[in-house]
């Protein structure tokens, strides 16, 4: 399978920092996602991006297929943004019904006010 | 709200019984995939099914069985339960493969 690395493991922030968090992957992937589980236990989607940038409010994520990395900013933290953020990949032809995710350790996101 | 539902949300058993997850993809969704979540082993792929057919195996016990309807609803059932099958456990569903996946809430199973 792959082999998906996240860090830092933890990250503790005043509020209004910002941070970059990193996911390596060990394969060629297709696809690769960032989630947010909040503390109630919820996976909420933030970016679905097998390659390229993009931005949603004060999120953005850049992959890096070609170098097997993604990252993911989070400028002006809030206290909402603490929780666990994943970073998922997968593999296989884009056609392939075959999707299940590798998923990293996460990273631990602590903003305090 | 990811459209993926899940229930019961929360699950509190004994050791050796028996118990059925259920989900419901988002609409249009063929794919469904299980996943289980524990502290130690982290998020960890179980099964998949694709159109009512099992698609792809990952770390399930043999004790675990699935399976989807022509409604294209899952459902998962745990027997002989142990205190180490206590756990998170996500079903998400996708279009295709290789689409976007979305995760239902969890359903948190404690078994004691």
């Known amino acids: 399978g792959i082999q998906v690395e996240q860090s830092p493991p933890d990250l503790i922030l005043q509020e209004g920092a910002n941070s970059t968090l990193r996911c390596n992957f060990s394969?060629?992937?297709?696809?690769l996602q960032w989630f947010h589980q909040n503390p109630w236990g919820q996976l909420i989607n933030l970016f679905y991006i097998p390659s390229g940038t993009k931005q949603n409010g004060r999120l953005s994520a850049t992959t890096v297929a070609t170098e097997r990395y993604s990252l993911l900013y989070i400028s002006s933290s809030q206290t909402t943004d603490s929780g666990v953020y994943f970073c998922a990949a997968r593999r296989g032809d884009r056609g392939s019904t075959l999707g299940r995710l590798y998923f990293g350790r996460g990273t631990q996101l602590t903003v305090w006010p | 709200d990811s459209g993926v539902t899940q229930t019961p949300k929360h699950l509190i058993t004994a050791t050796g019984q028996r118990v059925t997850l259920r989900c419901s993809p988002r609409?249009?969704?063929?794919?469904v995939y299980w996943y289980q979540q524990s502290l130690d082993q982290g998020l960890q792929f179980l099964i998949q099914y694709y159109n009512g057919e099992e698609r792809a195996k990952g770390n399930i016990l043999e004790r675990f069985s699935a399976q989807q309807f022509p409604d294209l609803h899952s459902e998962l059932n745990l027997s002989s339960l142990e205190l180490g099958d206590s756990a998170l456990y996500f079903c998400?569903?996708?279009?295709?493969?290789?689409?976007?996946?979305?995760f239902g809430q969890g359903t948190r199973l404690t078994v004691v």
């Open positions: 609409s249009g969704d063929l794919s």
């Open positions: 394969d060629s992937v297709n696809n």
């Open positions: 998400a569903s996708s279009e295709l493969g290789q689409h976007e996946a979305f």
